[in-house]
């Protein structure tokens, strides 16, 4: 019984250490908040994902002027 104790409180010990000394980086995800390196970021209606206006794809619908990261986006658009 004591072992098992042991060996948990060691594991614990470790688990602490670790998380001290090799923190975990927070990867960046594109549903966030754009990230703009001096160009505007557009906002995909389909999977709400920013990326560059200059990559997008575009559908005019009467005055509004919507964009998309993809044809596949933009086909999931039109269907609807």
Do not use: W
Request: glycine share 2%; proline share 6%; charged share 30%.
């Amino acid at each position: 019984m004591r072992l098992i104790i042991y060996l948990i409180l060691i594991f614990l010990l470790y688990r602490i250490a670790k998380a001290f000394l090799f923190p975990k980086k927070n990867p960046i995800h594109q549903k966030k908040e754009p990230i703009l390196h001096g160009e505007e970021a557009v906002l995909d209606p389909i999977c709400q994902s920013y990326f560059p206006k200059a990559e997008a794809l575009s559908v005019r619908n009467g005055n509004e002027l919507t964009y998309f990261c993809s044809e596949e986006c933009r086909e999931k658009f039109l269907k609807k």
